[in-house]
Nanobody, 122 residues
Framework: QVQLVESGGGLVQAGGSLRLSCAASGRTFSMYAMGWFRQAPGKEREFVAAISWSGGRTDYADSVKGRFTISRDNAKATVYLQMNSLKPEDTAVYYC???????????????WGQGTQVTVSS
């Protein structure tokens, strides 16, 4: 099955920006819809953003709409999450995931990356 590896996390001050990357290998990346999810300590994993296999459809959680942008480059087998105007409440481990059917619920995704930590200081 497809394997996913996230990178780009780190420590940033409130109002700053980060770009997360998720590199895929092992299968035909372009045939999968992709999503970003995050999980803060003591909280459930929550949806952040999703993008269709063609890139023609995207969805965002209300909490990040207007600040985050999901994109993909199928030639590079990579999906990105550009995060601007970061807030302390964005602090979490961020995961990318793949699904054969477009979805915004974590239980509909079958393949997950290892996660990358994003910490936003006030």
């Amino acid at each position: 099955q497809v394997q996913l590896v996230e990178s780009g996390g780190g420590l940033v001050q409130a109002g700053g920006s980060l770009r997360l990357s998720c590199a895929a290998s092992g299968r035909t990346f372009s045939m999968y819809a992709m999503g970003w999810f995050r999980q803060a300590p003591g909280k459930e994993r929550e949806f952040v953003a999703a993008i269709s296999w063609s890139g023609g459809r995207t969805d965002y959680a209300d909490s990040v709409k207007g600040r985050f942008t999901i994109s993909r480059d199928n030639a590079k087998a990579t999906v990105y999450l550009q995060m601007n105007s970061l807030k302390p409440e964005d602090t979490a481990v961020y995961y990318c995931a793949a699904t054969p059917v477009y979805a915004t619920n974590h239980y509909q995704y079958h393949t997950w990356g290892q996660g990358t930590q994003v910490t936003v200081s006030s």
